[in-house]
Nanobody, 120 residues
Framework: VQLVESGGGLVQPGGSLRLSCAATGLAFSPYEMKWYRQRPGEERELVARIKSGGGIRAYVPAVKGRFSISRDDAKNTVFLQMNSLNTEDTAVYYC??????????????WGQGTQVTVSS
């Protein structure tokens, strides 16, 4: 199983970026997909999540109204559209695939991360 993030980079405050996470080697659609971020010197924090089927999405208050998570199950890909970026959004962003099954328990996969730097 591989999760590969892309789309990070350097952007000015107020700018936008769109992160992608392409999954291979797993049955994508049953998984809840999440985006986490880790700022320098801080713990990894959950930013956004989207349930299997895409009908339920949730965001941490700091990004609500600015970030939008979506998924394309046909392409095994989850996206994070980030608008109105500010310096506090500077972090490494990680993609996570999570699934719980009663028989086998919890399955968790992580990408390698993509750097987002917001700076003038």
């Amino acid at each position: 199983v591989q999760l590969v993030e892309s789309g990070g980079g350097l952007v000015q405050p107020g700018g936008s970026l769109r992160l992608s996470c392409a999954a291979t080697g797993l049955a994508f659609s049953p998984y809840e997909m999440k985006w986490y971020r880790q700022r320098p010197g801080e713990e990894r924090e959950l930013v956004a999540r989207i349930k299997s089927g895409g009908g339920i999405r949730a965001y941490v208050p700091a990004v609500k109204g600015r970030f939008s998570i979506s998924r394309d199950d046909a392409k095994n890909t989850v996206f994070l559209q980030m608008n109105s970026l500010n310096t506090e959004d500077t972090a490494v962003y990680y993609c996570n695939a999570n699934r719980y099954e009663e028989l086998t328990g919890e399955t968790d996969y992580w990408g390698q991360g993509t750097q987002v730097t917001v700076s003038s």
